[in-house]
Nanobody
Framework: QVQLVESGGGLVQAGGSLRLSCAAS????????MSWYRQAPGKQRELAAT???????NYADSVKGRFTISRDNAKNTVYLQMNSLKPEDTAVYYC???????????????WGQGTQVTVSS
């Protein structure tokens, strides 16, 4: 089994910054891709940012230029640096990973428990 544990959420004023972390542990051979999703109250969960094992990144238009996703492969950890935060960034942020537990595995999906980010105006 694989566990993803997020940290770093909190309350911040508009214009401020937060850094989220997500550490993966357990039966890990390799991590194919890691992503941050977010879900605002009354809305569907949406993809915010993705990073592949090779370091290729992709961002939602709503966060492009303000958020930066990065990963430390040695620590099996992904980060989301969030700058110039806006009230509309308020959401529960979830870490997602596609993880191979063995060299034969193509990868399984895992989710973290979520961390709340609240941006006040």
């Amino acid at each position: 089994q694989v566990q993803l544990v997020e940290s770093g959420g909190g309350l911040v004023q508009a214009g401020g910054s937060l850094r989220l972390s997500c550490a993966a542990s357990g039966s890990i051979f390799s991590i194919v891709v890691m992503s941050w999703y977010r879900q605002a109250p009354g809305k569907q969960r949406e993809l915010a940012a993705t990073i592949t094992s090779g370091g290729t990144t992709n961002y939602a238009d709503s966060v492009k230029g303000r958020f930066t996703i990065s990963r430390d492969n040695a620590k099996n950890t992904v980060y989301l640096q969030m700058n110039s935060l806006k009230p509309e960034d308020t959401a529960v942020y979830y870490c997602h990973g596609v993880v191979r537990s063995t060299y034969r595995s193509s990868g399984n999906d895992y989710w973290g428990q979520g961390t709340q980010v609240t941006v006040s105006s």
